[in-house]
């Protein structure tokens, strides 16, 4: 069983057993064109020594404004081996958020994806205390604080890896503050390493393994799971270019693992049920009934000889297609960030991949439960991982059943960054980390995430809703991009919905609205209020919305009302929206 007790130690042993491996593939002029685990390794050793000669050393912090590719894991292991702390940002972000970043941790040295990006960042050396210089990944060769430029001095001046501890900070991550500024999580070499090490536990990757790589390292489940998960198994990780080529890209990659988001699930789902229902009769009916068929066989039931036939059929003539948009050989699909909804992991499981769900948060680097193979049930998050310990807080609720989930285990975070009026909030002084997440456990062990506690909110009527859940089945709709659920202190619940262009765009074509009037149109909304009953199937009454609001403004990374993560900004959503919301209680 492999046992790593620092990033350094995972990161040399992966490089020296897989030496002649493939791990990174990038795609260049329309090739794929791939490092060995050995020609990483010459990287890593080599950015190093470029990084020492900028006088990095143990306790510094090295920041990086990059998209996945293979210079970011490089500049994230050289850092390592520094004893310094790696300090990820996304592209997306503004650089007033850099900005603030940077300063909070006391960064010595910042890297920039491209050459725009360098010019911001070079401006921030100005600006920051502690910042001395920017690195550009983009740079010419010649100019001295370019990657080629470090990397050629650290071959001239090696410097050997130093060996971090257990307790040791590895880097920061920092959460995209639904609220508020953003605040550092604190990982060490162990919180990590324990969600590495449970890994080896439960799942046998293997070095025939392929993923293709578009969850941002940047963020905890990204990085942990999949780069240093991968990594420490000697399979490889294809990096996706750009999300609009990711279809193309699978077949072409071919992945046997893919781990995403259940908004990614959850369009593939909606793009399949829609063919179906474009197709009709029969084969919308074998569709239907084979999705069933196979969630029972899952489930452990017994299937008669005339469901075996049909659920053959459906995967010689539908299932087998769908496969291969996926590239044909996809074993798993892994889901995190947010609960996957249940009929959608029955999806997934018919087509004949494994689906595994599991749970965690930044906070916990992030694995706390997870599905795994022999131990799955699906619509939980799975039980806990080795090491970790869950407490179901039934005082916070009130509630019989669900209760904020505690995470106890190594996994959990040394801290947020300067912010101990936070972590008086969070950390137990048990060692007990409150998640904010609302959950249950069952009589075998599995975890249920039902909700956020802090988006919790009370009807007039006293009745309580959690949002999220229900906003996820809403968006199952192929009308739906996007959907906010509110009613806060009124009588009833209202929708703000934003729609799928490209499915309403034929639709309003065919039905005689203009696209100018969408937000307007009754014909619109008459429609989104019969996709949002076939919908809601966990719903209840009270919380089903009696109004809805269309807005053609998406919810994105760009406008603030997403994270980089994609999770929803209520409050700001509501400073734009909020008049127009209000309305539709009067």
Known sequence: MAKFDSLVDLFEKSCEKFAGNELFGEKHDGTWQWITYGEFKSLVDRFRGGLAGLGVGEGDRVGIVANNRVEWAVAAYATYGLGAQFVPMYEAQKQSEWGFILGDCGAKVVIGATNDILDKLR??????DTLETAIGLAAPADDPTSYQALLAKGEA?????????????AGFIYTSGTTGAPKGVKLSHGNICSNVNAIHEVFTFTTDDRSLSFLPWAHSFGQTCELHGLLSMGSSLAINDEIPNLVGNLAEVKPTILYAVPRIFNRIYDGVNK????????????F???VGIAARKGAGESVGMFEGMKLSIADKLIFSKVRARFGGRLNYAISGSAALNRDVAKFIDALGIDVYEGYGLTETSPIATANYPGNRKIGSVGKPINGVRIVIDKEVTGDAENGEIVIYGPNVMQGYHNREEENAKVLMDDGGFRSGDMGRVDGDGYVYITGRIKEQYKLENGKYVVPSPLEEEVKLSPFVGNAM??????????????PDMVALAPW???NGVAESDIESSDKVKELLKAEIEANS??????????????????FSTDNGMLTPTLKLKRRNVLKVHGDAIEALFS
């Open 123 to 128: 401006t921030l050396v100005d600006e920051i």
């Open 157 to 169: 001046e090696p410097v050997d890896a130093v060996h971090p501890s257990w307790d040791d900070l």
């Open 275 to 286: 063919q179906m229902a474009e197709r009709g009769g029969m084969v919308e009916s074998l």
């Open 288 to 290: 239907h009934s084979a």
């Open 485 to 498: 659920l509110y009613g806060m202190n009124k009588p009833y619940n209202v929708i703000l919905i934003v």
């Open 508 to 510: 309003c074509k065919e």
């Open 537 to 554: 199937k966990s719903f209840k009454r009270y919380e089903l919305p009696k109004k809805i609001l269309v807005s053609k403004e998406e």
